[in-house]
């Protein structure tokens, strides 16, 4: 019989911060990575302010300024009279140390997070290990079941399951944790197109026939996204590549020179986009954050940095009980206590955006119902200095701040 304290599904960033926080801390963590590496393109890639401020807490600071990285400080969306670029978000204006936002592959991220914890003689990370179903005991959950790549099965016995294996996870199969679904007006499509000297920077939005464009300035080349209407991807497939790529470079016509290098559908992924989030985190020996509690849309692009938040407020409140070696129902009920007003205020905020926002447009309507309207909040957003640092503020910390565990910080 295999057995941990704190047993961790999905090593992702949720779930290595929570392992390496509650490591630090003198608790056995054994995390569960049921791929064989971190290596994942179009994941979200986005390190705002509050995760910087987090690795500085914990003594990563400089191993993390030496990842490869761009810095994004404004956000840029085609708001102006003639679809100029309007700066609604200036990142770089907030009085804090880290004022910018950092583009780091994930990858990179989740590997320094992991030789972090490896450090610790009460962590261990399993990779090409799956866990396949729950071990449940008199009602209460004592582990899981799993698989690793080569076939072998076993159990692992833990005080504490922390599910953090996003919005596929094992636990959103539990019927008593109530799954809620929000409506959502589009899917995306994530490509790649170069970059050259002379492009805006930053984030950058567009506005094209029944689709918006995000564009994330990675260095040499831009991370795309082009959001259309739900369930449409195999009719606008079927309508072919030149014609997807006209119509977003009419919405982005500096990115014309450049079409020409998308050359295969096989090159655009789709992002099915769900927003959801479960009635109940919690059952007794189980704990679930980060996607596996609540699917964030890719709107203002913060599910990342919600993730981490989730962990760091786990551990906090986590740590004495698992160092006892018993976590009652009121100690996973305080997380998602903590936890749940910032979830259900975000997906509020993100479901506003979705029907006066993004809706209208993908439907050729204009945004916030009528033209005069829409230019009425864009030259509030600009001319305002400190309305303008509202979405800035929100984009860097979110609603609330969490602080890690005193035992976890170097």
Same mark, same amino acid.
């Given at each position: 019989?295999?057995?941990?304290?704190?047993?961790?599904?999905?090593?992702?960033?949720?779930?290595?911060?929570?392992?390496?926080?509650?490591?630090?801390?003198?608790?056995?963590?054994?995390?569960?990575?049921?791929?064989?590496?971190?290596?994942?393109?179009?994941?979200?890639?986005?390190?705002?302010?509050?995760?910087?401020?987090?690795?500085?807490?914990?003594?990563?600071?400089?191993?993390?300024?030496?990842?490869?990285?761009?810095?994004?400080?404004?956000?840029? %969306?085609?708001?102006?009279?003639?679809?100029?670029?309007?700066?609604?978000?200036?990142?770089?204006?907030?009085?804090?140390?880290?004022?910018?936002?950092?583009?780091?592959?994930?990858? +990179?991220?989740?590997?320094?997070?992991?030789?972090?914890?490896?450090?610790?003689?009460?962590?261990?990370?399993?990779?090409?290990?799956?866990? $396949?179903?729950?071990?449940?005991?008199?009602?209460?959950?004592?582990?899981?079941?799993?698989?690793?790549?080569?076939?072998?099965?076993?159990?692992?016995?833990?005080?504490? $399951?922390?599910?953090?294996?996003?919005?596929?996870?094992?636990?959103?199969?539990?019927?008593?944790?109530?799954?809620?679904?929000?409506?959502?007006?589009?899917?995306?499509?994530w490509f790649r197109l170069p970059r050259r000297e002379g492009d805006p920077r930053g984030l950058v939005g567009g506005a094209g026939d029944r689709f918006l464009t995000t564009m994330i300035d990675r260095g040499d080349y831009w991370q795309c996204a082009a959001l259309i209407p739900k369930g449409t991807d195999g009719r606008r497939r079927a309508a072919g590549l030149e014609?997807?790529?006209?119509?977003?470079?009419?919405?982005?016509?500096? %990115?014309? +020179?450049?079409?020409?290098?998308?050359r295969s559908w096989d090159e655009v992924k789709l992002l099915d986009v769900r927003l959801d989030r479960l009635r109940r985190w919690h059952r007794p020996g189980l704990l679930c954050i980060g996607d596996a509690a609540h699917s964030m849309s890719p709107v203002f692009g913060i599910g990342i940095n919600l993730a981490v938040e989730d962990a760091v407020a786990a551990a906090?409140?986590?740590?004495?009980?698992?160092?006892?070696?018993?976590?009652?129902?009121? +100690?996973?009920?305080?997380?998602?206590?903590?936890?749940?007003?910032?979830?259900?205020?975000?997906?509020? %905020?993100?479901?506003?955006?979705?029907?006066?926002?993004?809706?209208?447009?993908?439907?050729?309507?204009?945004?916030?119902?009528?033209?005069?309207?829409?230019?009425?909040? $864009?030259?509030?957003?600009?001319?305002?200095?400190?309305?303008?640092?509202?979405?800035?503020?929100?984009?860097?910390?979110?609603?609330?701040?969490?602080?890690?565990?005193?035992?976890?910080?170097?």
């Amino acid at each position: 019989m295999e057995r941990t304290t704190c047993c961790v599904v999905g090593g992702g960033p949720a779930g290595m911060v929570l392992g390496l926080l509650l490591a630090r801390a003198g608790v056995e963590v054994t995390v569960l990575e049921k791929h064989g590496d971190f290596l994942r393109d179009f994941r979200g890639d986005t390190v705002h302010p509050s995760t910087l401020a987090l690795l500085d807490e914990l003594g990563l600071a400089e191993r993390f300024a030496r990842l490869p990285q761009r810095r994004v400080t404004t956000v840029q %969306l085609p708001l102006g009279p003639d679809r100029s670029l309007v700066t609604v978000g200036d990142i770089g204006a907030l009085r804090n140390t880290y004022n910018y936002i950092a583009m780091v592959p994930q990858w +990179d991220l989740l590997n320094l997070l992991a030789d972090e914890a490896r450090r610790e003689p009460s962590f261990s990370v399993r990779m090409s290990t799956e866990a $396949t179903s729950f071990l449940v005991e008199r009602g209460r959950v004592t582990g899981v079941r799993y698989r690793t790549s080569d076939g072998r099965t076993g159990e692992l016995r833990a005080t504490l $399951t922390v599910a953090c294996d996003g919005r596929g996870s094992l636990a959103r199969s539990r019927p008593e944790l109530g799954l809620r679904r929000f409506t959502c007006p589009m899917d995306a499509w994530w490509f790649r197109l170069p970059r050259r000297e002379g492009d805006p920077r930053g984030l950058v939005g567009g506005a094209g026939d029944r689709f918006l464009t995000t564009m994330i300035d990675r260095g040499d080349y831009w991370q795309c996204a082009a959001l259309i209407p739900k369930g449409t991807d195999g009719r606008r497939r079927a309508a072919g590549l030149e014609r997807f790529m006209a119509d977003f470079t009419a919405a982005v016509p500096w %990115l014309a +020179d450049r079409a020409h290098t998308l050359r295969s559908w096989d090159e655009v992924k789709l992002l099915d986009v769900r927003l959801d989030r479960l009635r109940r985190w919690h059952r007794p020996g189980l704990l679930c954050i980060g996607d596996a509690a609540h699917s964030m849309s890719p709107v203002f692009g913060i599910g990342i940095n919600l993730a981490v938040e989730d962990a760091v407020a786990a551990a906090r409140y986590l740590v004495e009980p698992l160092r006892r070696g018993a976590v009652g129902l009121q +100690d996973v009920r305080a997380v998602q206590r903590r936890r749940w007003p910032t979830t259900a205020l975000t997906q509020a %905020l993100q479901r506003i955006a979705h029907t006066r926002v993004i809706e209208p447009v993908l439907a050729g309507r204009p945004p916030f119902g009528n033209p005069r309207r829409a230019q009425w909040m $864009t030259e509030l957003l600009t001319t305002s200095r400190w309305l303008n640092r509202v979405p800035a503020y929100f984009l860097a910390y979110g609603a609330v701040r969490e602080r890690p565990p005193t035992a976890s910080v170097r």
